[in-house]
Protein backbone atom coordinates (compact mmCIF):
# COMPACT_ATOMS: atom_id res chain seq x y z
CA UNK A 1 0.00 0.00 0.00
CA UNK A 2 2.96 2.29 1.04
CA UNK A 3 4.85 1.73 -2.63
CA UNK A 4 0.93 2.23 -4.29
CA UNK A 5 0.42 6.07 -2.50
CA UNK A 6 4.71 6.40 -3.46
CA UNK A 7 3.96 5.97 -7.25
CA UNK A 8 0.73 7.77 -7.04
CA UNK A 9 2.17 11.31 -4.80
CA UNK A 10 6.05 11.74 -6.56
CA UNK A 11 6.45 14.00 -3.43
CA UNK A 12 5.49 12.42 -1.29
CA UNK A 13 7.78 9.62 -2.25
CA UNK A 14 10.18 12.56 -2.00
CA UNK A 15 9.71 13.50 1.45
CA UNK A 16 9.42 10.04 2.53
CA UNK A 17 12.83 9.64 1.21
CA UNK A 18 14.54 12.36 2.76
CA UNK A 19 12.99 11.17 6.45
CA UNK A 20 14.06 8.22 6.01
CA UNK A 21 17.79 9.45 4.97
CA UNK A 22 17.04 11.66 8.34
CA UNK A 23 16.64 8.74 10.33
CA UNK A 24 19.56 7.02 8.82
CA UNK A 25 21.81 9.67 9.40
CA UNK A 26 21.25 9.49 13.11
CA UNK A 27 24.47 7.05 14.94
CA UNK A 28 22.08 5.84 17.26
CA UNK A 29 19.64 4.31 15.03
CA UNK A 30 21.20 3.92 11.99
CA UNK A 31 20.53 0.58 9.92
CA UNK A 32 23.01 1.30 7.73
CA UNK A 33 26.35 2.26 6.79
CA UNK A 34 26.44 5.86 5.44
CA UNK A 35 27.78 4.87 1.97
CA UNK A 36 24.82 2.13 1.77
CA UNK A 37 22.26 4.96 2.75
CA UNK A 38 23.69 7.43 0.38
CA UNK A 39 23.47 4.68 -2.34
CA UNK A 40 19.73 3.80 -1.20
CA UNK A 41 18.69 7.45 -1.19
CA UNK A 42 20.04 8.22 -4.98
CA UNK A 43 18.25 5.15 -5.98
CA UNK A 44 14.70 5.62 -4.28
CA UNK A 45 14.82 9.12 -6.07
CA UNK A 46 15.81 7.84 -9.13
CA UNK A 47 12.57 5.99 -8.69
CA UNK A 48 10.89 9.01 -8.26
CA UNK A 49 12.43 10.96 -11.15
CA UNK A 50 11.80 8.11 -13.08
CA UNK A 51 7.95 7.88 -11.95
CA UNK A 52 7.42 11.60 -12.43
CA UNK A 53 9.45 11.75 -15.97
CA UNK A 54 6.71 8.95 -16.82
CA UNK A 55 3.60 10.68 -15.52
CA UNK A 56 4.85 14.17 -17.11
CA UNK A 57 5.45 11.84 -20.59
CA UNK A 58 1.96 10.06 -20.15
CA UNK A 59 0.11 13.29 -19.48
CA UNK A 60 1.76 14.91 -21.89
CA UNK A 61 0.74 11.71 -24.48
CA UNK A 62 -2.82 11.78 -23.59
CA UNK A 63 -2.56 15.94 -24.00
CA UNK A 64 -1.27 15.18 -27.16
CA UNK A 65 -3.92 12.08 -28.41
CA UNK A 66 -6.75 14.34 -27.28
CA UNK A 67 -5.25 17.42 -29.42
CA UNK A 68 -5.00 15.31 -32.13
CA UNK A 69 -8.82 13.76 -31.49
CA UNK A 70 -10.21 16.86 -31.58
CA UNK A 71 -8.48 18.41 -34.58
CA UNK A 72 -9.20 15.18 -36.66
CA UNK A 73 -12.89 15.83 -35.00
CA UNK A 74 -13.09 19.24 -36.17
CA UNK A 75 -11.46 18.09 -40.12
CA UNK A 76 -14.10 15.69 -40.32
CA UNK A 77 -16.81 18.12 -39.58
CA UNK A 78 -15.77 20.84 -41.77
CA UNK A 79 -15.64 17.51 -44.62
CA UNK A 80 -19.34 17.56 -43.63
CA UNK A 81 -20.11 21.14 -44.29
CA UNK A 82 -18.28 21.28 -47.48
CA UNK A 83 -20.02 17.68 -48.58
CA UNK A 84 -23.34 19.52 -47.83
CA UNK A 85 -22.83 22.51 -49.59
CA UNK A 86 -21.94 20.69 -52.55
CA UNK A 87 -25.00 18.70 -51.91
CA UNK A 88 -26.92 21.83 -51.89
CA UNK A 89 -25.20 22.88 -55.13
CA UNK A 90 -25.57 19.99 -56.88
CA UNK A 91 -29.28 19.68 -55.72
CA UNK A 92 -29.40 23.32 -57.10
CA UNK A 93 -27.68 22.90 -60.27
CA UNK A 94 -30.25 19.55 -60.78
CA UNK A 95 -33.28 21.63 -60.59
CA UNK A 96 -32.21 24.30 -63.14
CA UNK A 97 -31.22 21.84 -65.57
CA UNK A 98 -34.75 20.32 -65.13
CA UNK A 99 -35.76 24.01 -65.33
CA UNK A 100 -33.85 24.24 -68.51
CA UNK A 101 -35.27 20.87 -70.07
CA UNK A 102 -38.75 21.84 -69.23
CA UNK A 103 -38.51 25.28 -71.17
CA UNK A 104 -36.62 23.98 -74.11
CA UNK A 105 -39.80 21.07 -74.50
CA UNK A 106 -41.95 24.41 -73.99
CA UNK A 107 -40.13 25.90 -76.95
CA UNK A 108 -39.95 22.84 -78.89
CA UNK A 109 -43.40 22.20 -78.75
CA UNK A 110 -44.21 25.51 -79.38
CA UNK A 111 -41.72 25.82 -82.12
CA UNK A 112 -43.43 22.38 -83.75
CA UNK A 113 -46.76 24.02 -83.78
CA UNK A 114 -45.16 26.87 -85.70
CA UNK A 115 -43.95 24.84 -87.74
CA UNK A 116 -47.41 22.69 -88.35
CA UNK A 117 -49.10 26.56 -88.98
CA UNK A 118 -46.75 27.28 -91.44
CA UNK A 119 -47.03 24.24 -93.04
CA UNK A 120 -50.97 24.31 -93.33
CA UNK A 121 -50.85 27.71 -94.65
CA UNK A 122 -49.67 25.98 -97.50
CA UNK A 123 -51.18 22.90 -97.60
CA UNK A 124 -54.86 22.41 -99.25
CA UNK A 125 -57.83 22.75 -96.96
CA UNK A 126 -61.36 21.83 -97.40
CA UNK A 127 -63.60 24.48 -98.34
CA UNK A 128 -67.35 24.49 -98.05
CA UNK A 129 -68.77 27.85 -100.28
CA UNK A 130 -72.52 27.51 -102.15
CA UNK A 131 -73.17 24.38 -100.50
CA UNK A 132 -70.39 23.09 -102.41
CA UNK A 133 -67.29 21.20 -100.37
CA UNK A 134 -63.52 21.30 -102.16
CA UNK A 135 -59.97 21.46 -101.60
CA UNK A 136 -58.20 24.49 -101.87
CA UNK A 137 -54.88 26.20 -101.37
CA UNK A 138 -54.92 29.18 -99.00
CA UNK A 139 -53.43 31.41 -101.50
CA UNK A 140 -57.19 30.59 -103.93
CA UNK A 141 -58.99 31.21 -100.36
CA UNK A 142 -57.16 34.11 -99.51
CA UNK A 143 -57.35 35.92 -103.19
CA UNK A 144 -61.20 34.68 -103.53
CA UNK A 145 -61.63 36.28 -100.09
CA UNK A 146 -60.05 39.58 -101.15
CA UNK A 147 -61.80 40.15 -104.27
CA UNK A 148 -65.48 39.40 -102.51
CA UNK A 149 -64.48 42.58 -99.55
CA UNK A 150 -63.50 44.69 -102.54
CA UNK A 151 -67.26 43.87 -104.10
CA UNK A 152 -68.58 43.83 -100.57
CA UNK A 153 -67.04 47.48 -99.53
CA UNK A 154 -68.85 48.89 -102.92
CA UNK A 155 -65.43 48.57 -105.03
CA UNK A 156 -66.76 47.31 -108.08
CA UNK A 157 -64.12 47.68 -110.59
CA UNK A 158 -61.49 46.76 -108.70
CA UNK A 159 -63.63 43.76 -107.40
CA UNK A 160 -64.21 43.31 -110.89
CA UNK A 161 -60.77 42.92 -112.05
CA UNK A 162 -59.74 41.25 -108.86
CA UNK A 163 -62.25 38.21 -109.58
CA UNK A 164 -61.30 38.67 -113.04
CA UNK A 165 -57.53 37.79 -112.20
CA UNK A 166 -58.69 35.14 -109.74
CA UNK A 167 -60.34 32.77 -112.66
CA UNK A 168 -57.52 33.10 -114.88
CA UNK A 169 -54.93 32.16 -112.25
CA UNK A 170 -56.75 29.34 -111.06
CA UNK A 171 -59.14 28.04 -113.54
CA UNK A 172 -59.63 24.42 -111.78
CA UNK A 173 -60.44 25.94 -108.78
CA UNK A 174 -63.28 25.16 -107.00
CA UNK A 175 -63.95 28.56 -106.10
CA UNK A 176 -64.35 29.90 -109.94
CA UNK A 177 -68.15 29.02 -110.03
CA UNK A 178 -68.55 31.49 -107.30
CA UNK A 179 -66.28 33.82 -108.79
CA UNK A 180 -67.85 33.99 -112.02
CA UNK A 181 -71.42 34.53 -110.43
CA UNK A 182 -69.50 37.75 -108.45
CA UNK A 183 -67.99 38.79 -111.23
CA UNK A 184 -71.04 39.04 -113.44
CA UNK A 185 -72.72 41.37 -111.01
CA UNK A 186 -69.56 43.06 -110.19
CA UNK A 187 -69.71 44.02 -114.14
CA UNK A 188 -73.59 45.03 -113.94
CA UNK A 189 -73.23 47.48 -111.02
CA UNK A 190 -70.61 48.87 -113.80
CA UNK A 191 -72.78 48.32 -116.13
CA UNK A 192 -70.95 46.18 -118.39
CA UNK A 193 -73.73 44.49 -119.17
CA UNK A 194 -72.55 42.16 -121.92
CA UNK A 195 -69.58 40.64 -120.20
CA UNK A 196 -71.67 40.08 -117.31
CA UNK A 197 -73.71 38.21 -119.21
CA UNK A 198 -71.10 36.25 -120.44
CA UNK A 199 -69.55 35.27 -116.89
CA UNK A 200 -73.21 34.15 -115.45
CA UNK A 201 -73.41 31.59 -118.91
CA UNK A 202 -70.12 30.56 -118.04
CA UNK A 203 -71.22 29.92 -114.28
CA UNK A 204 -74.32 27.88 -115.86
CA UNK A 205 -72.79 26.19 -118.33
CA UNK A 206 -69.69 24.59 -115.76
CA UNK A 207 -72.35 24.31 -112.92
CA UNK A 208 -75.61 24.32 -113.74
CA UNK A 209 -76.63 22.56 -110.54
CA UNK A 210 -74.58 25.52 -108.33
CA UNK A 211 -76.96 26.74 -105.80
CA UNK A 212 -76.22 30.41 -107.62
CA UNK A 213 -77.25 29.21 -110.85
CA UNK A 214 -80.80 30.25 -110.12
CA UNK A 215 -79.30 33.81 -109.13
CA UNK A 216 -77.30 33.77 -112.48
CA UNK A 217 -80.32 33.09 -114.91
CA UNK A 218 -82.21 35.93 -113.15
CA UNK A 219 -78.78 38.18 -113.34
CA UNK A 220 -78.61 37.37 -117.23
CA UNK A 221 -82.73 38.46 -117.80
CA UNK A 222 -81.71 41.39 -115.91
CA UNK A 223 -78.93 42.27 -118.24
CA UNK A 224 -80.72 41.73 -121.71
CA UNK A 225 -83.47 44.01 -120.19
CA UNK A 226 -81.11 46.56 -119.48
CA UNK A 227 -79.74 46.37 -123.06
CA UNK A 228 -83.20 46.58 -124.54
CA UNK A 229 -83.55 43.00 -125.30
CA UNK A 230 -87.08 41.97 -123.98
CA UNK A 231 -87.34 38.80 -126.68
CA UNK A 232 -84.24 37.29 -125.20
CA UNK A 233 -84.96 38.24 -121.22
CA UNK A 234 -88.19 36.75 -122.10
CA UNK A 235 -86.60 33.52 -122.81
CA UNK A 236 -84.35 33.71 -120.44
CA UNK A 237 -87.18 34.17 -117.64
CA UNK A 238 -89.01 31.04 -118.93
CA UNK A 239 -86.01 29.20 -119.08
CA UNK A 240 -85.46 29.64 -115.26
CA UNK A 241 -88.71 28.88 -114.04
CA UNK A 242 -88.33 25.61 -116.03
CA UNK A 243 -85.44 24.58 -114.86
CA UNK A 244 -85.09 26.28 -111.37
CA UNK A 245 -89.56 25.85 -110.30
CA UNK A 246 -88.84 25.84 -106.61
CA UNK A 247 -85.91 28.29 -106.78
CA UNK A 248 -86.61 31.81 -104.77
CA UNK A 249 -85.34 33.67 -108.38
CA UNK A 250 -88.26 31.58 -110.19
CA UNK A 251 -90.56 34.28 -107.70
CA UNK A 252 -88.67 37.22 -109.51
CA UNK A 253 -88.77 36.01 -112.43
CA UNK A 254 -92.47 35.61 -112.25
CA UNK A 255 -93.12 38.98 -111.50
CA UNK A 256 -90.30 40.12 -114.22
CA UNK A 257 -92.48 38.16 -117.34
CA UNK A 258 -95.70 39.52 -115.66
CA UNK A 259 -94.15 43.12 -116.82
CA UNK A 260 -92.70 42.34 -119.98
CA UNK A 261 -96.07 41.57 -120.98
Known amino acids: MARVSLLLCPRALGAAALAAAACWSTPSYAL??????????????????ALTQASQRAGERSGD?????????????M????????????????????????????RQKDMAQGVDERLRQFEPATVTLDGREFRADP????????????????KFGEASNAFSGFVRQYPQSG???????????????????KEAINNFKALLSA??????????????ANCQIELKD???ARKTLEDLLRVY???????????RLARLK
Open 175 to 193: YVPSARFWLGNAQYATRDY
Open 139 to 154: AEKRDFEAALALFRAG
Open 32 to 49: FEDSEARRAILEMRQRVD
Open 230 to 232: TRA
Open 79 to 106: QIEALRTEQATLRGQNEQLLRDVAELQR
Open 65 to 77: EVSQLRRSLLDLQ
Open 245 to 255: PQSEAAAAAKE
Open 207 to 220: APDHARAPEAALSI
